[in-house]
Each structure stands twice: as structure tokens, then as C-alpha cells.
């Protein structure tokens, strides 16, 4: 049987990312951040605090690129390297005040782009596609946690829709 991209879960999951990052890009575009420099902020908002190699690995890049990538958004007034009290030689990483409002603006982007890739999508339908996507993850996260009740509740429902 011939290879059918339409009926591939991997191939339209892909896509999918795909396209909504490329929406994205074009809204943020004016924010003057890359796609990696707001990545670094949106980790680095959960994360603050954190050195460079934990968010290196969060991001699953290698520790010298975020170096790069970093000092590129220091010298632009993003972020801010300060000394770890435990560790001399260590740095933490830090937001600026320069962030908050572009912030605010990434998450208003990203709500734009999921409700226009949602578009005439029922809301019992959303939730039915967000929880198959948290039960897969789930399937395939290394710290995949004991099933829990609303992961049950989740499948249920998707087998009756």
C-alpha cells in the first residue's frame, strides 16, 4: 500500500507544527525575536533563575549555542546574566523589564494562531483532540507518570466520540 501523508499521524502532526510555527513567525515578526530567542523567553519565564546549561537541556540544544544565543539577547537588553550565590563560577539567567510587554503580546500571538488552526472546530471536539494529545504524549514522555483518573476519563471519551 502506497504511503498516504493524509492518513500519516507523525507526517500531520509535523505539518501541523509546521504550519503553526510558520503563522507565528509572520505575526511575531515585528516583535524582533527569532523563533529561538522566544523560545528562550517563554522556557526562561517557567524557569527563571535557572543556568545556562538546565535550560540548554530543556531546549535540547547544545550549551554553547545557547551561549551564542544568549549573548546575542543580553547585548539586545532581553535577558541578564547574574552570579550564582552557590556556585562562583556559575551564571543564572534572568528576564529583563524589556519582557514583560512583549510577553503579553507573544501570548496574544500564539492564542491568534490556535484559534485560527481550531477554526469551526466545536468546543467538545478541542477538548476531545487536546486530551488524544496529552494521552499521547503521555505515551511517549520519559517521565511518564502513573495513569490518572482524567487520562482514563480522557480515553473514554474518545472511544464513545
Known amino acids: 500500500m502506497p504511503f498516504d501523508s493524509e492518513q ?7 505539518d501541523i507544527a509546521r504550519l503553526m510555527r510558520k503563522k507565528f513567525d509572520q505575526r511575531a515578526k515585528a516583535l ?5 530567542q522566544w523560545q ?7 524557569h527563571e533563575g535557572i ?7 530543556i531546549l535540547e540544544i547544545e550549551n554553547i549555542t545557547l551561549g551564542r544565543l544568549i549573548d546575542r539577547m543580553e547585548e539586545a537588553g532581553w535577558v541578564e546574566r547574574r552570579p550564582d550565590p552557590r556556585d562562583r563560577r556559575a551564571r543564572l539567567l534572568f528576564m529583563t523589564e524589556k519582557v514583560a510587554p512583549v510577553m503579553e503580546r507573544m501570548f496574544s500571538i500564539a492564542e491568534e494562531t490556535r484559534n485560527d488552526a481550531l477554526a469551526g472546530l466545536p468546543p467538545a471536539q478541542r477538548e476531545m483532540l487536546l ?16 495513569p ?10 474518545h472511544a464513545e466520540g
Open 131 to 146: 486530551d488524544a494529545l496529552r494521552f499521547v504524549r503521555s505515551n511517549l514522555s520519559e517521565r511518564s507518570a502513573p
Open 40 to 46: 528562550v523567553l517563554v522556557h526562561l519565564s517557567r
Open 32 to 36: 524582533g525575536l527569532s523563533r529561538s
Open 148 to 157: 490518572r483518573a482524567e487520562d482514563d476519563e480522557a480515553v473514554r471519551r
Open 51 to 57: 543556568n545556562q546549561s538546565g535550560l540548554a537541556e
Open 8 to 14: 500519516s499521524f507523525g507526517f500531520l502532526l509535523h
